[in-house]
């Protein structure tokens, strides 16, 4: 599709809306909120695409998107398939208000099944390690925002011919943030490594970059949980370093080894007293200039491991006096 406005400081974004009556509970609030009709899993995975638009031109946008899934889940992860055509609908909106005039031409929606090679690389959502859409394959399916106002958009990079997420200017303290809610994706007590790509433009010296992993937790116990509130919250940093231009190309970045929120006296989280209610992983910038511009082209999982666990087996054979003792030694991980 093609769109346009007049206006300055403008975002497009295409997205989903998926109603279902099974969502709907008494102490419904809001109809977007959960237990609500209207209700959209908290992991973005409804919206389309989000691009910037330069006032007075026509943008072009084109993106993939697969139906259903989260998209269809309630609160409780249950996926609903839409009743009536009505149910499930396609939406857009220019971030600014009701009073922003917007123009849309030649748009066209087509249907891939099985997927077109030349139109997607995979038949599914591409993923890697814990994060969906790592290479933003489909558009900003899974990657959640603030302020529409200040999001992140996907632009095709020149250099490498394909979409990029791109970060434009600051945002007060700290600069722009993107993240995904990767909750029931992770590996308990693993330890996870990530390359991925940034392209630094319009800067006059290095910014800090920052990835980070940050668990909440919903805690039942005050006295012996893993804290002494309510919702209890754990930090992960990865990677937390300056990051300089390099004359506007792309670079290559490795995180450090970081684990999955485990804890050598608390053990492993599924077995505490309570319920992890987000699982994030976010990336911001700080000193970043008014008109400075970052990019990442995506992640890659390196090698996940899991700790070794050891099984103690007593075997005994019928005609054997005493019986036989093995000892297995087993290693549980992914490798991407």
């Not at 989260?70 to 009505?86: A, F, I, M, R």
């Not at 302020?147 to 434009?168: F, S």
Request: net charge negative; hydrophobic share 35%.
């Amino acid at each position: 599709m093609k769109v346009k406005t007049e206006e300055t400081g403008k975002i497009f974004q295409l997205y989903t809306g998926h109603y279902h009556k099974k969502k709907e509970s008494p102490d419904c609030i809001n109809i977007n909120q959960p237990k609500c009709p209207w209700y959209q899993s908290d992991n973005d995975a409804n919206v389309i695409s989000r691009h910037y638009l330069e006032p007075g031109e026509w943008t072009t946008i084109e993106a993939v998107h697969r139906i259903a899934g989260d998209e269809w889940k309630d609160h409780g992860g249950t996926e609903l398939y839409p009743k009536q055509c009505n149910h499930y609908q396609l939406r857009m909106r220019v971030a600014g208000g009701q009073n922003t005039p917007y123009w849309i031409d030649d748009m066209r929606v087509q249907k891939i099944l099985p997927a077109d090679e030349s139109l997607v690389p995979h038949d599914s959502v591409t993923s890697s390690g814990f994060i969906m859409n790592n290479i933003f394959e489909y558009s900003m399916s899974w990657w959640k925002i603030g302020d529409i106002n200040l999001a992140p958009v996907i632009e095709m990079d020149e250099d490498i011919q394909r979409d990029v997420m791109v970060i434009r200017g600051p945002n007060f303290i700290r600069d722009k943030v993107v993240l995904q809610n990767f909750k029931g994706r992770e590996i308990p007590q693993a330890n996870y490594q990530y390359r991925f790509w940034l392209k630094l433009l319009d800067v006059s010296h290095p910014i800090n970059f920052h990835i980070l992993l940050r668990m909440r937790f919903h805690n039942n116990d005050l006295v012996n949980g893993p804290c002494d509130k309510e919702e209890c919250v754990f930090d992960r940093r990865p990677f937390n370093q300056p990051v300089s231009s390099n004359g506007g190309i792309w670079q290559e970045f490795k995180t450090d080894v970081f684990d999955m929120f485990a804890d050598d006296e608390l053990g492993n989280y599924q077995d505490w007293d309570g319920y992890v209610k987000s699982l994030h992983w976010s990336l911001y910038s700080t000193d970043m200039e008014p008109l400075g511009t970052w990019k990442t082209a995506g992640f890659e999982a390196l090698t996940v491991t899991v700790s070794i666990l050891t099984l103690h087996l007593v075997v005994s054979f019928p005609d054997a006096s005493n019986p036989s003792l093995f000892v297995f030694s087993l290693i549980v991980g992914t490798l991407n």
